[in-house]
């Protein structure tokens, strides 16, 4: 599983954080780290919730 | 306007059922047969209600329609003057302010307060405890988040208690808190002096503190003004005091309802986690916020006008058996749970992960201590709307037996 992420789109909100903080999260200025781009698929539920979550659309998955 | 032939007609202003605990009958009601419902207002314009969870998420995920910097509140009014709140602001100012504390509160920068909330704990059980039988809001629920919040911002540890006294008086409309008719503005203004102070001390001398974080950032390449310094203090200590003291009280609730549930977490207490966010979708203690809209929409066959009241009924949404199974039933194992009860979208709660640190270390202490804290009466609610808040509750603190 492969997270990506449009960085056009991506506004910081930290939504995705909030569902899979072991993948994602945001630094001190307010911007998104992908902390592991490759999840493992015990990950898959959470990082399903952050795709959802994120209010710009800004993830999608490549399996 | 459509008006429904089915079904009673439904007065979300009538507060009866809120103070009676039976406004679950009632959001059913909307949810089941009136999904977009209007509400007249005796001095408003009157209001849209949406209960739907695919209703509420679709509204909120689309700032672009359903604006908040026309007011939050059910009623209309803003409540901060001047200037605007992060949270009654749009895009595109919205995204750089809320960029200015955000950061600070996410999960990882919540650990390092980890030793006070700890330590608030403590103290406030080991209080309980010794008591045996207390009002739960007053001796522990409200004092928690104030206690941290106060200390995640800058406030000295001995001050938190002005601040209490502050939020009482400023944030209710009930007669019990307040001294006087000018009291709210009195306690504003009291509350402002404070921390301006506060503000220049770390102007000068920046701390380890969101204060010190604000005061020194900038905003589209100027420092914030004094106004929006203000009203960021207002909405963080606003957001995060009533609504973390009524997942805890409302937490103790639910275990008396569902107290197999309870059983179950002290013999599974990794649960802990999706129980706190069992709780949020059971209790929600913010049952709504409002949108207003910008132009003409199309939602289950009526119209909303541009500059409607769209109020987004969260408390309904996390019921919609259409989502959730059982939703009036406590599982505190709920998997997946993707509740709204810290909102959803652009504007969803920036200060969740403190609040679940706070609650479920309230939680987790409990169950190390082997004790119980188990209602004695009815709680008194707040009379409102849009917030599921208690007043007062009245409980013994047991020691569980055999544990
Ligand atoms: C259990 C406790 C809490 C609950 C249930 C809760 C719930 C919510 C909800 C539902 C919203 C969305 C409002 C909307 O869509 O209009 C929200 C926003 C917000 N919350 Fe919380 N909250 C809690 C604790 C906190 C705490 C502790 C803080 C501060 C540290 C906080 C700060 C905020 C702020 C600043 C916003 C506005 C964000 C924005 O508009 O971008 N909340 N909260
Ligand atoms: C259970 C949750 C909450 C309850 C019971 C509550 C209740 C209230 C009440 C009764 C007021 C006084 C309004 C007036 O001055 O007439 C108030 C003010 C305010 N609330 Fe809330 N509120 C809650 C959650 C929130 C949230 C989630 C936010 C923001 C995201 C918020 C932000 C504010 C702000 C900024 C003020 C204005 C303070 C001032 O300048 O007077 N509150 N709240
Ligand atoms: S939720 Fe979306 S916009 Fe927010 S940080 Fe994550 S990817 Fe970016």
């Known amino acids: 599983m492969k997270v990506l992420v449009d960085w056009d789109l991506c506004e910081g909100h930290g939504q995705c954080e909030f569902a899979a903080?072991?993948?994602?999260?945001i630094d001190d200025e307010g911007d998104l780290e992908v902390l592991d781009e490759t999840p493992g698929d015990e990950q898959r539920a959470a990082v399903e919730q952050a795709i959802r979550r994120c209010p710009t659309h800004a993830l999608s998955l490549a399996d | 306007m459509t008006t429904y032939a089915e079904g009673p007609q439904v007065d979300l202003m009538d507060l009866a059922p809120f103070i009676e605990g039976?406004?679950?009958e009632v959001l059913?009601?909307?949810r089941e047969h009136q999904p977009l419902h209007w509400n007249d207002e005796p001095d408003g314009p009157g209001f849209w209600s949406v209960t739907r969870y695919d209703d509420v998420v679709k509204v909120v995920s689309d700032p672009a329609t359903f604006i908040n910097g026309e007011g939050t509140q059910i009623l209309s009014r803003k409540v901060e003057g001047s200037t605007s709140t992060v949270h009654n602001t749009d895009p595109p100012r919205h995204g750089p302010l809320r960029k200015l504390a955000a950061p600070h509160l996410r999960a990882m920068k919540v650990k390092e307060w980890q030793d006070i909330i700890d330590e608030c704990v403590d103290t406030l059980l080991d209080d309980l405890e010794a008591r045996g039988e207390a009002?739960?809001?007053k001796?522990?629920?409200?004092?928690l988040p104030i206690q941290v919040l106060g200390q995640v911002l800058g406030v000295a540890r001995e001050d938190c208690d002005l601040l209490l006294d502050w939020t009482n008086r400023?944030?209710?409309d009930d007669p019990e808190y307040m001294r006087g008719p000018d009291e709210k503005e009195r306690a504003r203004n009291e509350m402002f002096a404070y921390f301006k102070e506060l503000t220049e001390k770390r102007r000068s001398a920046p701390a380890h503190d969101l204060v010190s974080k604000?005061?020194?950032?900038?905003?589209?390449?100027e420092p914030l003004p004094w106004e929006d310094l203000a009203a960021y203090y207002f909405v963080l200590v606003g957001a995060g005091n009533e609504t973390t003291r009524n997942l805890i009280t409302g937490t103790v609730l639910a275990f008396d309802e569902f107290p197999d549930q309870w059983d179950k977490l002290v013999r599974e207490p990794e649960l802990l986690g999706s129980t706190i966010e069992e709780m949020l979708r059971y209790v929600t203690p913010i049952r709504a916020m409002r949108r207003t809209a910008t132009a003409d929409v199309e939602l289950n066959g009526q119209t909303i006008r541009a500059g409607d009241k769209v109020v987004c009924w969260f408390q309904a949404a996390n019921r919609d058996p259409a989502v959730f199974e059982d939703p009036d039933v406590v599982k505190i194992d709920r998997t997946p749970n993707d509740h709204v009860g810290f909102g959803w979208g652009i504007h969803a709660c920036m200060g969740s992960h403190l609040a679940r640190a706070e609650v479920s270390t309230f939680f987790r202490k409990v169950l190390e201590r082997g004790i119980r804290i188990r209602p004695l009466a009815e709680p008194?609610?707040?009379?409102?709307?849009?917030?599921?808040?208690?007043?007062r509750l009245q409980v013994a603190i047991e020691k569980e037996d055999g544990r």
């Open chain 2, 135 to 137: 009002e739960l809001v």
């Open chain 2, 380 to 391: 008194d609610r707040l009379h409102t709307n849009q917030f599921n808040a208690y007043k």
């Open chain 2, 28 to 30: 059913a009601e909307l």
């Open chain 1, 21 to 25: 903080p072991d993948v994602f999260t």
């Open chain 2, 170 to 172: 400023v944030i209710s």
């Open chain 2, 214 to 221: 604000l005061v020194h950032a900038e905003f589209q390449g």
């Open chain 2, 22 to 24: 039976r406004e679950n």
């Open chain 2, 139 to 143: 001796t522990a629920a409200a004092l």
